[in-house]
């Protein structure tokens, strides 16, 4: 662990809150440290594959594992609490551990694992339960010489169709088994037939838009290849800010990268997806893009946006293959014109009803590019009311609630159809995103955040997220539905979709990185000598057209003892699940009450272990199980985000922040609250390049993210998450790692002139161009280990993240820094170490006087 002998002052700018009242002198480096788990961690597991058979303890989030799955499904794709199940209800009360999962059904796997096998099932489909519907695994029993099987959920026995018949061997195992991966994997897709296939969502009262085509009311979709919209803002706004330009260019670029060969046409969209383009101001524009036109493709204007329709058939969805010349003299042209200059308003509302038009009956993602507040049209909204006199008043409740409710109906509306709707933002002004974004968090979509869009400062972004939306693994028409064991039962979902039903949940789109928590209640007591099971069924439509199923599995110890409880507890988890409970009260609750009830979930947690695993230990030591030794500092840090924090945060960056936290997977949440940190300047000089042996790189340890751990000559780099990279990278490659926005480089006031000039190619602090976006490609070994520390996979995963440059006491970016350090005393908050010395009190104070942390003791009287 990196020690400085002289750290730096907390900078002045940081504002925060003091302990009040007395407390012991403790030694800041004592205290558990997040980061020295994650490290070890790290090296137990580089080294070694997990295996994921019930028993074992799971590899943190955080950690580039290789998993082998034997029957459970790897923790990447499903991520529980605790991997030993309470018994019963009352241990579970006691234990105070939500009982979860985090379930990311199509998430990235590590390129050395076996990928996700594909069942052909034929016109009979998967196996199923003929009792609660659930799907064959490697969990169930045969029974009856293998004509009947015994389902693991609810003990149903099963006939065997003939055509699925095998005998079974002395051990009771099919003879096929190890030939048929849905017997032996956790993980397995089945490819469905038409019994399978979406339906036609039953007709609104008040349908938003006039159909292109009579819909159908019965009957199925046949599953096709994924079409997309794209929608241009060209209002004044859009184009003098150069985001209309920037996005047809970075859209061009990605739809149709270039090549060696330049007579053979690629292109970035599988084959069979089509693409429609609309623009919009006070009007929408419709474009004729079919291949046969040779000159600019004509437009159809449509300027009744209260009602809206699609005035064009033939020619509104095209191959990009096929109509390239077109589609490029279009997008090359749109953000250029100089016409539409005077026109301040955008329907964008109305421009999304008219996709919705557009791909209705079929399903799609549509992707939109705005920046001005949608005044006019469907969902038309006013500038947003004075936020600062709303906070700590019961009117904060409506900051984060749309102002229309046309908005949460078309979110719903694409839900049903199948239609994901991911919107990027690049305005100067506040633009509701409460509002606006409740239709990408409704339909599984994604939001991108660029206020004040600088073509300079944000297109590298930009472009990087793009090409992520387009090329990362997405489904539509998706239906999740999960099941489990009998002596439990589904509670609720947390997350980015849209739910209609007690049972399932909708995703008009899914991708790799969108997750899911699920919380589960007892029904009855469950046999310790018997595994409890948790099964999701993913229901989707690939981008290529194919109709499959995704079915994950787990099966899971239960435990009689707290003991066990808390030794197999999966703390990761436990956060994710928590931030997310916690942020989906905000249209409810105040922010104060929420930080409130953050804190004694936490005490709950740790009050339980001391009550049931070290009742004998004096009330004065604080005691924290090893699986929750970072649970106070996560906590704190999920006050210190953005949608939670105390102090004035504006609505529009509290509702982006917390749509991203709701959807995000395990690893990419514990990375968002607690940014790694780094020291540069203390690097081995084999660190970060690659073996000459075996071409891997082993990237160095961290630091704990506190100003108390840095020195005022070195250089620090905040926001890369942790990661092993397993194959060369080339040392000019950009930087794209997991889904991190922002990452700082600190300088310190009194850095070394070599150093400056090894990475930066100054010699002088004051010669660094705070404005830097990009670091130069020099040809010494500190420029090379720093850009492979930044560098990552970018084919398969991430998008680049902004870079900013922040000196020491001179750039604004120095603020944001700060702010990123969650151990110091910032973000209208606690120190990491008052805020230990806080809930150790009032757990001391529990335990002596026996009150309840929800009763007498609560937190409601704590100084925050």
């Known amino acids: 662990m990196y020690s400085p002998e002289h750290p730096i002052p907390q900078p002045p700018h940081s504002a925060g809150l003091a302990y009040k009242g007395l407390r012991a002198a403790i030694d800041p480096h004592a205290i558990p440290s997040p980061v020295e788990a994650v490290e070890l961690d790290r090296e137990k597991w580089e080294s070694e594959a997990y295996t994921t058979l019930p028993g074992n303890h799971a590899p943190l989030s955080t950690t580039d594992f290789v998993a082998i799955d034997q029957g459970n499904s790897s923790p990447r794709f499903l991520r529980v609490s605790t991997w030993n199940v309470p018994s019963t209800s009352r241990l579970a009360s006691d234990c105070e551990i939500p009982l979860a999962a985090i379930i990311q059904p199509l998430a990235d796997q590590d390129p050395r694992e076996e990928p996700v096998p594909l069942v052909e099932t034929g016109d009979l489909g998967p196996m199923r339960c003929g009792n609660c519907r659930g799907y064959i695994n490697p969990w169930c029993k045969w029974v009856a010489g293998g004509t009947k099987w015994k389902c693991n959920l609810c003990t149903h026995e099963t006939e065997v169709a003939p055509e699925h018949f095998c005998n079974l061997d002395a051990n009771f195992m099919r003879l096929d088994h190890l030939q048929r991966p849905e017997l032996n994997k956790g993980t397995v897709d089945f490819s469905v037939p038409e019994a399978y296939w979406a339906p036609h969502p039953s007709p609104h009262i008040s349908p938003l838009y006039e159909p292109v085509v009579s819909e159908p009311h019965t009957g199925s979709r046949k599953p096709q290849p994924m079409d997309y919209v794209f929608v241009f803002d060209v209002s004044s706004e859009s184009i003098r800010s150069g985001f209309t330009a920037a996005a047809c260019t970075h859209l061009l670029d990605l739809l149709y990268p270039s090549t060696e060969d330049a007579s053979t046409p690629t292109c970035s969209l599988l084959p069979g997806s089509r693409l429609c383009i609309l623009s919009i101001d006070r009007t929408l524009h419709f474009y004729d893009l079919a291949p046969h036109n040779d000159r600019f493709p004509p437009v159809l204007v449509v300027p009744d946006i209260n009602d809206v329709f699609v005035p064009l058939n033939t020619g509104l969805f095209v191959d990009p293959r096929e109509a390239r010349d077109v589609i490029t003299k279009l997008l090359s042209s749109l953000g250029q014109s100089e016409e539409g200059l005077e026109v301040r308003e955008a329907a964008l509302g109305s421009a999304l009803i008219s996709s919705l038009a557009a791909l209705a009956g079929r399903g799609g993602q549509v992707v939109a590019f705005a920046a001005t507040l949608p005044t006019v049209g469907a969902g038309a909204l006013t500038p947003p009311p004075e936020e600062t006199t709303l906070y700590g008043t019961d009117k904060e409740k409506s900051l984060?609630?749309?102002?229309?409710?046309?908005?949460?109906?078309?979110?719903?509306?694409?839900?049903?159809?199948?239609?994901?709707?991911?919107?990027?933002?690049?305005?100067?002004?506040?633009?509701?995103?409460?509002?606006?974004?409740?239709?990408?968090?409704?339909?599984?979509?994604?939001?991108?955040?660029?206020?004040?869009?600088?073509?300079?400062?944000?297109?590298?972004?930009?472009?990087?997220?793009?090409?992520?939306?387009?090329?990362?693994?997405?489904?539509?028409?998706?239906?999740?539905?999960?099941?489990?064991?009998?002596?439990?039962?589904?509670?609720?979902?947390?997350?980015?979709?849209?739910?209609?039903?007690?049972?399932?949940?909708?995703?008009?789109?899914?991708?790799?990185?969108?997750?899911?928590?699920?919380?589960?209640?007892?029904?009855?007591?469950?046999?310790?000598?018997?595994?409890?099971?948790?099964?999701?069924?993913?229901?989707?439509?690939?981008?290529?057209?194919?109709?499959?199923?995704r079915v994950l599995n787990l099966a899971l110890e239960v435990a009689a003892l707290a003991g066990n409880v808390f030794r197999f507890a999966d703390m990761d988890a436990v956060v994710s699940h928590m931030v997310r409970e916690e942020i989906s009260k905000l249209p409810n609750q105040r922010i104060l009450a929420i930080q409130e009830s953050l804190t004694e979930n936490c005490s709950a947690i740790l009050l339980a272990y001391r009550k049931h695993c070290a009742a004998s230990q004096a009330p004065s030591q604080l005691i924290i199980p090893e699986a929750f030794r970072a649970l106070p500092v996560y906590t704190l840090a999920m006050m210190k985000s953005k949608p939670l924090k105390g102090r004035n945060v504006i609505a529009d960056v509290r509702n982006y922040t917390a749509h991203k936290i709701m959807s995000m997977g395990v690893r990419t949440t514990m990375q968002h609250l607690y940014p790694r940190l780094l020291a540069l300047h203390d690097l081995r000089d084999d660190a970060a390049l690659p073996n000459p042996t075996t071409g891997q790189i082993e990237m160095p340890s961290l630091m704990r993210?506190?100003?108390?751990?840095?020195?005022?000559?070195?250089?620090?780099?905040?926001?890369?998450?942790?990661?092993?990279?397993?194959?060369?990278?080339?040392?000019?490659?950009?930087?794209?790692?997991?889904?991190?926005?922002?990452?700082?480089?600190?300088?310190?006031?009194?850095?070394?002139?070599?150093?400056?000039?090894?990475?930066?190619?100054?010699?002088?602090?004051?010669?660094?161009?705070?404005?830097?976006?990009?670091?130069?490609?020099?040809?010494?070994?500190?420029?090379a280990q720093?850009?492979?520390?930044?560098?990552?996979?970018?084919?398969?995963?991430?998008?680049?993240?902004?870079?900013?440059?922040?000196?020491?006491?001179m750039d604004a970016a120095e603020i944001e820094f700060s702010d990123m350090l969650v151990e110091d005393q910032n973000n209208a908050a606690m120190s990491y170490l008052d805020y230990l010395c806080l809930v150790h009190k009032q757990i001391n104070a529990a335990l002596t006087s026996g009150a309840s942390l929800s009763g007498g003791m609560s937190f409601r009287g704590t100084p925050w």
């Open 786 to 809: 720093v850009r492979n520390i930044l560098a990552h996979r970018y084919a398969r995963r991430g998008w680049q993240p902004k870079l900013l440059l922040a000196r020491q006491n």
């Open 705 to 783: 993210a506190s100003h108390l751990f840095m020195e005022g000559h070195g250089l620090y780099l905040i926001g890369i998450p942790i990661t092993s990279l397993q194959e060369p990278v080339l040392i000019d490659s950009i930087i794209y790692p997991d889904n991190e926005e922002l990452m700082i480089i600190w300088v310190g006031s009194s850095v070394s002139p070599q150093l400056l000039k090894d990475l930066f190619d100054v010699d002088d602090i004051f010669q660094l161009d705070p404005h830097l976006t990009q670091l130069p490609t020099l040809s010494t070994r500190f420029s």
């Open 400 to 549: 984060f609630t749309p102002r229309a409710d046309a908005w949460r109906e078309l979110g719903e509306q694409c839900a049903e159809q199948g239609i994901g709707v991911s919107i990027f933002l690049g305005m100067s002004q506040p633009i509701d995103v409460a509002s606006i974004g409740v239709v990408s968090s409704m339909t599984g979509g994604e939001l991108f955040f660029y206020p004040r869009f600088d073509p300079v400062k944000d297109g590298d972004v930009f472009r990087s997220q793009l090409w992520r939306l387009l090329t990362r693994t997405t489904a539509y028409n998706c239906t999740m539905r999960v099941r489990c064991s009998n002596g439990l039962r589904v509670s609720k979902y947390y997350g980015n979709f849209y739910q209609n039903t007690n049972t399932d949940i909708q995703f008009g789109t899914l991708d790799a990185d969108k997750a899911v928590s699920v919380l589960f209640d007892h029904g009855r007591t469950l046999d310790e000598r018997e595994y409890a099971f948790i099964q999701c069924a993913t229901l989707y439509t690939t981008a290529a057209g194919q109709r499959r199923v």
